[in-house]
């Protein structure tokens, strides 16, 4: 209808018309990118406190887990060294016996326990991966002898990878870590000795 008017009047009223139009449209189109922006930023919040009490929820969860399971789990940590493989010495040898014992005393040094709550399980190349689980119990059951908790002495060893001046990366052995992973490693319940 307004286009109709426009074609049989003027060619001032015309421009007039279309510049009015242009007004209106330009108003509307600035009006839903307000409105587009605000719901955007008001589901972006929403979204924002979501995640976060999500990661808080799980962060939680699996402190808990970590703790609950702490008395009947292990720990096995992954240890990358960046040293030639030759230095673990050959299999049964005395050069490996004492490579595991440094790299135990390391581990232990570090995480303030005693040495038998450490045991090396496994070396393989790739520079050395070093396998070895963080025991609860030492060595001869849960009676007698200290009780350490493998998965905070985990998350400690963990933590001081990130700090070039700390007591793991003072190690005979440890000082050449440049990576460092725990998983938490179910085990059967030991008889009491």
């Known amino acids: ?5 426009c074609v049989l009047g003027s060619a001032e009223e015309c421009v007039s018309r279309v510049g009015v139009l242009e007004q209106q449209l330009a108003l509307k189109v600035h009006e839903l990118r307000k409105e587009s922006s605000l719901q955007h930023a008001q589901l972006q919040g929403q979204v924002d406190a979501a995640t976060s009490g999500l990661e808080v929820a799980l962060e939680t969860l699996c402190f808990v887990h970590e703790e609950a399971m702490s008395e009947l789990c292990d720990v096995e940590l992954t240890l990358i060294l960046d040293l ?6 050959a299999t049964g040898s005395s050069a490996r016996a004492a490579f595991e014992k440094s790299l ?5 040094t570090a995480a303030g326990i005693p040495p038998s709550h450490t045991v090396i399980t496994d070396l393989s190349r790739g520079s050395i991966i070093a396998v070895c689980l963080i025991r609860a119990h030492p060595p001869g059951g849960r009676r007698g002898g200290s009780v ?3 998965a905070k002495v985990a ?3 963990e933590e001081q990878m990130g700090d070039p001046h700390s007591a793991l990366h003072a190690g005979v052995v440890t000082r050449h870590a440049t990576r460092l ?13």
């Not at 209808?1 to 008017?5: A, N, S, V």
């Not at 135990?104 to 232990?108: P, V, Y």
């Open 155 to 157: 998350r400690e060893l």
């Open 148 to 150: 350490v908790d493998p």
């Open 104 to 108: 135990t005393l390391d581990l232990s």
């Open 181 to 193: 992973t725990h998983a938490l490693r179910r085990t059967p319940p030991s008889s009491p000795s």
């Open 1 to 5: 209808g307004e286009w109709f008017g």
């Open 84 to 89: 030639d493989f030759t230095h673990t010495g």
